[in-house]
């Protein structure tokens, strides 16, 4: 039977590729144009189906996070114990629960305590920071009206502050109310994160076994290598970071102490957490310390800024390549375009997540562009390649 009779008789539901293809993208275009007519209809409900599945997202953030120290304790400490994986997964939420034992005893309650005082004496230290410039315009014959204009409106602007923190106070502190409605959230996070750390031996393997099945093998492979690379910059990065920033939060509260710089428990607090985020960090946290510094002791916020600018020469120089090396490979110039961009987009969470996102996508395309290089038989700068080496 020749091939024409065969197309003859092909049935006539059966679509060529080209067609599928076309299919496709008309399918693609009706949903985007349904996507942009019906956007506040599709953001409500995204917003419903994050909430529904928020538990279960922090208890993947947690698991992800402990997974490191599970493995460590799971292969050095408990390596010839039987269920070794079990008394590993228990070990490490059990030093978690003690580092938030220790957080909620010892630093929590400092830091609202120094909101409450800052807020309850903040008029106080605004008619002192008054007194200083009067006294510093007229010892020096400045022009007091000017600055005068400038103190005035910083000044209405902290009162406001204050006000607003005052006012906000009482239900920042009705710690009871926020558990009670977080808390069937937080056991199932927690559940979820044990049963995903506890099952990722077998989670792994069955999500290999869908890719095989769904992708062809060497788009699977190649798949998979992107995922253990991704995996290897995130982990890396965010574990590096968190250990850098908890040095520098307990350095900045020790030199806070030593230069009897007001309210340690709280500025180390804030720059401790700011310093999660790369490049900015330190200036992110330094700006709001040093607003309530001046108005609390001018002399102690100029004693902050030189130890804000050594503790950021420190970690960036000394601390920060030493814990960090080089996990995400990026220059100076892609870390600030990572932060800028994801921080506008997506906040503080871009502003920490970026820099190892763009380290994933900056390798991808490296690799990209050597593979693309190495068919043409070229190197970086358009010269043939010496099959030699």
Avoid at 113 to 134: C, F, W
Avoid at 160 to 166: F, G
Wanted: proline share 4%; aromatic share 10%; charged share 15%.
């Amino acid at each position: 039977m020749s091939d024409d009779e065969n197309r003859d008789k092909k049935k006539w539901y059966i679509l060529e590729g080209h067609f599928i293809s076309l299919l496709v993208v008309l399918l693609i275009a009706i949903l985007f144009y349904v996507g942009l007519t019906h956007f506040d209809v599709i953001t409500v409900r995204i917003k419903m189906f994050m909430k529904v599945l928020s538990p279960f997202i922090a208890g993947f953030a947690i698991a992800y996070l402990l997974n490191t120290p599970m493995c460590f304790f799971e292969q050095k400490l408990y390596a010839k114990r039987k269920g070794k994986r079990a008394l590993a997964i228990t070990t490490v939420y059990l030093l978690a629960l003690a580092v938030l034992v220790i957080l909620l005893n010892l630093i929590i309650p400092q830091v609202v305590q120094s909101i409450t005082d800052l807020a309850a004496n903040m008029q106080t230290y605004l008619a002192g920071l008054d007194t200083l410039v009067k006294n510093l315009t007229d010892q020096f014959q400045l022009e007091g009206d000017g600055i005068s204009e400038i103190l005035g409106s910083y000044q209405d602007m902290m009162s406001n502050i204050s006000e607003t923190v005052s006012k906000a106070l009482p239900q920042l502190l009705d710690v009871g109310v926020a558990v009670g409605n977080g808390v069937i959230s937080g056991i199932t996070a927690v559940i979820s994160s044990v049963y995903m750390l506890a099952g990722k031996g077998r989670l792994v393997p069955q999500i290999k076994k869908i890719l095989y099945a769904i992708l062809p093998k060497r788009r699977a492979d190649w798949l998979l290598d992107v995922c253990s690379e991704a995996n290897r910059i995130f982990v890396g990065f965010i574990n590096g970071k968190l250990i850098d920033s908890a040095i520098i939060g307990v350095l900045c509260f020790i030199l806070c102490l030593i230069f009897r710089i007001p309210y340690p428990m709280l500025v180390s607090v804030v720059v401790g957490v700011t310093n999660i985020i790369p490049f900015f960090g330190p200036i992110i946290g330094a700006i709001p310390c040093l607003m309530i510094l001046v108005i609390v002791d001018p002399w102690a916020a100029l004693r902050f800024f030189v130890l804000v600018i050594g503790l950021q020469q420190f970690d960036g120089n000394i601390l920060g390549p030493k814990i960090l090396g080089d996990s995400t490979g990026l220059s100076a110039i892609w870390v600030l375009i990572a932060i800028v961009t994801c921080g506008g987009l997506f906040g503080f969470p871009g502003m920490v997540l970026g820099v190892p996102t763009f380290a994933v996508l900056y390798s991808l395309m490296r690799d990209w562009v050597n593979k693309r290089l190495r068919k043409k038989g070229i190197d970086g700068n358009g010269k043939p390649i010496d099959p030699a080496t």
